[in-house]
T-cell receptor, first 113, second 113 residues
Framework: EDKVVQSPLSLVVHEGDTVTLNCSYE??????LLWYKQEKKAPTFLFML????IEKKSGRLSSILDKKELSSILNITATQTGDSAIYLC?????????????FGQGTRLTINP | NAGVTQTPKFQVLKTGQSMTLQCAQD?????MSWYRQDPGMGLRLIHY???????DQGEVPNGYNVSRSTTEDFPLRLLSAAPSQTSVYFC????????????FGQGTRLTVV
């Protein structure tokens, strides 16, 4: 059974801190790993990572996949209160496509001013 | 661009009642999916579709039916609501070339009493 585990489940930090969120996976046939941000309603797409190991960056956010460790990290530097959200990690199994994403439990990140 | 539209946003049902959650997308996406989100459990796949007339079960399909008569619409039917179906439901759509990125609706918060 495909499985995705995120840690920590909850994290509270002060504005300006740097945070690292973790995601590990067990998938029979791996195609890609995705990170989503969920503020109040719909998850919104952040990054897609593949076994190429190429780091993805967008402003203060960055993410990379470690295909040997079957894991990924999401880094957020110089955090702001607007970064407060649930961060979801999901895996897209090969031959099944993005209509069958397997999600982790999510990490609830709270940034205090 | 409307994207993925879900209705209703909120619903309270009595045990045993039936209802249909609506989902429509205007991006001509082939793939559509229904997920439920429960505290501490991330998103779990209920049913999915890879095109009009084609549907299949996900991880937690019991108590739900779907159909896909058009590319745009993918309704989710609760046959006989139970308190265990109290959850937030998300509809998502994508197509193969997007390589994993799914677009989510704003969600339907369902309470079964």
């Amino acid at each position: 059974e495909d499985k995705v585990v995120q840690s920590p489940l909850s994290l509270v930090v002060h504005e300006g801190d740097t945070v690292t969120l973790n995601c590990s996976y067990e998938v029979t046939n791996f195609r890609s790993l995705l990170w989503y941000k969920q503020e109040k309603k719909a998850p919104t797409f952040l990054f897609m990572l593949t076994s190429s190991g190429i780091e993805k960056k967008s402003g203060r956010l960055s993410s990379i996949l470690d295909k040997k460790e079957l894991s990924s990290i999401l880094n957020i530097t110089a955090t702001q209160t607007g970064d407060s959200a649930i961060y979801l990690c999901a895996v897209e199994p090969f031959f099944q496509g993005a209509q069958k994403l397997v999600f982790g439990q999510g990490t609830r990140l709270t940034i205090n001013p | 661009n409307a994207g993925v539209t879900q209705t209703p946003k909120f619903q309270v049902l009595k045990t045993g009642q039936s209802m249909t959650l609506q989902c429509a997308q205007d991006m001509n996406h082939e793939y559509m999916s229904w997920y439920r989100q429960d505290p501490g459990m991330g998103l779990r796949l209920i049913h999915y579709s890879v095109g009009a007339g084609i549907t299949d079960q996900g991880e937690v399909p019991n108590g739900y039916n779907v159909s896909r008569s058009t590319t745009e619409d993918f309704p989710l039917r609760l046959l006989s609501a139970a308190p265990s179906q109290t959850s937030v439901y998300f509809c998502a759509s994508t197509y193969p070339d997007l390589r994993g990125e799914a677009f989510f609706g704003q969600g339907t918060r369902l309470t079964v009493v």
